[in-house]
T-cell receptor
Framework: DAGVIQSPRHEVTEMGQEVTLRCKPISGHNSLFWYRQTMMRGLELLIYFNNNVPIDDSGMPEDRFSAKMPNASFSTLKIQPSEPRDSAVYFC?????????????FGEGSRLTVL | GDSVTQMEGPVTLSEEAFLTINCTYTATGYPSLFWYVQYPGEGLQLLLKATKADDKGSNKGFEATYRKETTSFHLEKGSVQVSDSAVYFCALRAGSYQLTFGKGTKLSVIP
């Protein structure tokens, strides 16, 4: 079975450019999470969707960040304009409905470098 | 709020050594507890979990016991291998939708 699929795996861009990261959750999963991982701050939850609806976006750092989930099989995280401090690994994770213990299934991440 | 504290790394061990990575937590209610592992260049994957007090989670020779009295979930392995080199994350879920992660402990195993 396919896991969570993220693209691109690596992105190098210049400050001020728009960056779009993509995620395809596991089929049948109805919860989707975007995390950011940095050496300094560890794993930070950015936003959580349930049934395609954003439930909690309190972790989104600022207005430059936006996320969408137009359907159950696709989500995007956009940064516009990008800044060097946005350099990090961005993970998407999904979870099936009725998951009592809350296990998350992670993608392999998108490593973003903003020059 | 909920929080997870795990030992700072990095931890460097020789092959076949005993491993302990400490994890303590603060949470309301009765959380579920997890250990995730992240191999180089990959995403996090669930290693083991425990959902109630005194439960022991185990997988791939790793184990951890849910200790409510000490609010701990320490990860142990009796004999580590080079292939166990990775970053290990302790996490909890306490009634909300999200997992709260520790900062991770990097383990390096040398032959």
């Amino acid at each position: 079975d396919a896991g969570v699929i993220q693209s691109p795996r690596h992105e190098v861009t210049e400050m001020g450019q728009e960056v779009t990261l993509r995620c395809k959750p596991i089929s049948g999963h109805n919860s989707l999470f975007w995390y950011r991982q940095t050496m300094m701050r560890g794993l930070e939850l950015l936003i959580y969707f349930n049934n395609n609806v954003p439930i909690d976006d309190s972790g989104m750092p600022e207005d430059r960040f936006s996320a969408k989930m137009p359907n159950a099989s696709f989500s995007t995280l956009k940064i516009q304009p990008s800044e060097p401090r946005d350099s990090a690994v961005y993970f998407c994770a999904s979870r099936p409905p009725g998951s009592g213990t809350g296990e998350l299934f992670f993608g392999e991440g998108s490593r973003l470098t903003v020059l | 709020g909920d929080s997870v504290t795990q030992m700072e790394g990095p931890v460097t061990l020789s092959e076949e050594a005993f491993l302990t990575i400490n994890c303590t937590y603060t949470a309301t209610g009765y959380p579920s507890l997890f250990w995730y592992v992240q191999y180089p260049g990959e995403g996090l994957q669930l290693l083991l979990k425990a959902t109630k007090a005194d439960d022991k989670g185990s997988n791939k020779g790793f184990e951890a016991t849910y200790r409510k009295e000490t609010t701990s979930f320490h990860l142990e392995k009796g004999s580590v291998q080079v292939s166990d080199s990775a970053v290990y994350f302790c996490a909890l879920r306490a009634g909300s939708y999200q997992l709260t992660f520790g900062k991770g402990t990097k383990l390096s195993v040398i032959p």
